[in-house]
């Protein structure tokens, strides 16, 4: 079974600050992992996915993520945080012979000028 | 145009009536799915399916039923809604769990 925790409901950090929300998952087989973004009434669009070829992966909009299999950790991380970064951000989970996506409770980031 | 298109956008109902939302897709993926989404609780899965012939109950099917017309069309029904039926809904489809799932925007139901 899959299952994903996000450390933080709610993030807030100012225009240029380091960006980082956590992801913690447990799975029982080797996992695939994502991270989508969801704007103000919009749907969920796909950030980035690990699916065990490079440990660190780059997505769209310069964020990236790093699988790390001894922490359980599949945190995504922006340099610089930019206005329009504001949004909730969810974590999911699944294992390679997987029926559906497991997502966690999402994170919701806000960006200070 | 939309690859996963959802109608309507948004629903008022009352408690009782019999409620459709609908899903289409252009993208060509067997596997489907419905899912609600409720503040702080993320996306919980209601049913899936991987072909037309393939239903099967998600983590919360309890008060909803699906209907797979075709490849391309999966519907989700609320029986006989009620209030805490009052949430986002999204249809999502998936060619191989590998490259994820594409989402439609989501269907906003209120049952009064």
């Known amino acids: 079974a899959q299952s994903v925790t996000q450390l933080g409901s709610h993030v807030s950090v100012s225009e240029g600050a380091l960006v980082l929300l956590r992801c913690n998952y447990s799975?029982?087989?080797?996992?695939?992992l994502f991270w989508y973004v969801q704007y103000p009434n919009q749907g969920l669009q796909l950030l980035l996915k690990?699916?065990?070829?490079?440990?660190l992966v780059k997505g769209i909009n310069g964020f990236e993520a790093e699988f790390k299999k001894s922490e359980t950790s599949f945190h995504l991380t922006k340099p610089s945080a930019h206005m329009s970064d504001a949004a909730e951000y969810f974590c999911?989970?699944?294992?390679?012979?997987?029926?559906?996506?497991?997502f966690g409770k999402g994170t919701t980031l806000s960006v200070s000028s | 145009d939309a690859d996963v298109t959802q109608t309507p956008r948004n629903r008022i109902t009352k408690t009782g009536k019999r409620i459709m939302l609908e899903c289409s897709q252009t993208?060509?993926?067997?596997?489907m799915y419905w899912y609600r989404q409720d503040p702080g609780l993320g996306l919980r899965l209601i049913y899936y399916s991987f072909d037309v012939k393939d239903i099967n109950k998600g983590e919360i099917s309890d008060g909803y039923s699906v209907s797979r017309q075709a490849q391309a069309k999966f519907s989700l029904s609320l029986e006989s809604a009620i209030p805490n039926q009052t949430a986002l809904y999204f249809c999502?489809?998936?060619?191989?769990?590998?490259?994820?799932?594409?989402f439609g925007p989501g269907t906003r139901l209120t049952v009064l």
């Open positions: 690990y699916t065990s070829a490079a440990t």
């Open positions: 799975s029982s087989v080797p996992p695939y």
């Open positions: 999502a489809t998936s060619d191989n769990l590998r490259e994820g799932q594409y």
């Open positions: 999911a989970v699944s294992g390679q012979a997987g029926t559906a996506l497991i």
């Open positions: 993208k060509g993926h067997d596997r």
